[in-house]
């Protein structure tokens, strides 16, 4: 999760020179000008591209994503990261769980041992902690940073106590508990899973009656989205978030005119007021991963918004 856009200044270079069209729809990354997000490329149509310009009111919170054991967090997470992978970053938790069979260590969590992490808890090096399920898990304050240091905004997916620490601090966020259709079919989903043996499943089972009492109860979460329908959940998580229904697609051609001018590209796509500078020198440098990806500015355009650029 979390990865950075897949787009290379040198790789696009290499493909074209001054003045030739590109083929936008094979990378995506997202900027803030003024008080529009753009998101550029990363649309799913064979026969256009485009630049997606959200509301800014979709905010930069973090978000704080909780809810019982097999509730469908997890999937929700990854439908929101691989429609939006430009937007959002997952803050990697800390955990002393076993990594189940497909989880890595690294991107799922980081998986470590508890007397390691008692002793950076010690050290104040996380954000909120709490022991789940028999396990200690916890955000680590440099979890957060990785994903605001790419310019993303913050995902986590973190129990019920862990929301109440991130809520008692000083870390704004918004906060959002998902809710099974009912408890059978709670277990139902855990058990198709097949992550856990049948002594864990009882476990989260027990654990969850708790937390949806807590979830529910008021004043903790922002919202509260019953997870019956995946596609019909999902879409009111966007909506939440300000990713449906304010959208809207600046299209461009499928062959743009470009010109290059030192390390920039000016996008045109046929209509002198809808420009598009992109600069590529913000591509260069930093680890993978953690770049704030391309600086974009515009003529014409939201020409009050202009930020960043010299055009
Ligand atoms: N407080 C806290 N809870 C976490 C953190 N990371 C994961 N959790 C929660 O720990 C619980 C168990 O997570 P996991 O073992 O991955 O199982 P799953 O929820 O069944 O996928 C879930 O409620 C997670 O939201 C964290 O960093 N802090
Ligand atoms: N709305 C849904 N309807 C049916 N199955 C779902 C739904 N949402 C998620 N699932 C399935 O339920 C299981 C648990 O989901 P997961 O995302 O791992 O939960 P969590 O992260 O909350 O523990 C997965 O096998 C997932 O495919």
């Given at each position: 999760?979390?990865?950075?856009p ?33 998101v ?138 998902i ?13 198709a ?14 654990n ?55 390390e ?48």
């Amino acid at each position: 999760m979390g990865e950075a856009p897949a787009f290379f200044a040198d790789d696009l270079q290499a493909r074209f020179s001054n003045g030739f069209h590109l083929k936008l729809k094979d990378f995506e990354t997202a900027t803030v000008v003024g008080n529009k997000t753009y998101v550029i490329g990363g649309i799913d149509d064979p026969t256009s591209t485009g630049v997606r310009i959200f509301d800014k009111s979709i905010g930069e919170w973090p978000i704080v994503i909780s809810g019982p054991s097999g509730v469908g967090k997890g999937t929700l997470i990854n439908m929101l990261m691989k429609e939006f992978p430009s937007m959002f970053g997952f803050s990697v938790s800390h955990t002393t769980r076993a990594p189940r069979e497909k989880e890595e260590n690294g991107v799922h969590y980081h998986f470590t041992d508890r007397s390691v992490m008692e002793e950076e808890i010690k050290a104040g090096k996380f954000l909120e902690f709490a022991a789940v399920h028999g396990n200690l898990y916890g955000t680590s304050i440099e979890a957060v940073e990785i994903v605001a240091d790419a310019g993303k905004r913050c995902i986590l997916d973190i129990d019920v106590q862990g929301a109440r620490s991130v809520r008692a601090s000083s870390l704004e966020a918004i906060f959002i508990f998902i809710c099974p259709p009912s408890f059978e079919e709670l277990e139902k989903r855990l058990r198709a899973r097949g992550t856990e043996t049948e002594e864990q499943i009882q476990k989260r089972l027990r654990n969850a009656k708790a937390e949806l009492e807590q979830g529910n109860s008021p004043g903790l979460f922002d919202h509260i989205l019953v997870n019956n329908d995946l596609e019909a959940c999902y879409e009111r998580l966007k909506k939440i978030l300000g990713l449906n229904g304010t959208t809207e697609v600046f299209a461009l051609p499928m062959e743009l005119s470009l010109s290059i001018i030192d390390e920039k590209i000016l996008i045109n796509s046929g209509n002198a007021d809808q420009k598009i500078v992109l600069d590529l020198s913000s591509m260069k440098g930093g680890a993978p991963g953690r770049t704030r990806g391309l600086y974009m500015s515009t003529t014409g355009l939201h020409s009050d918004d202009v930020t960043n650029g010299n055009f």
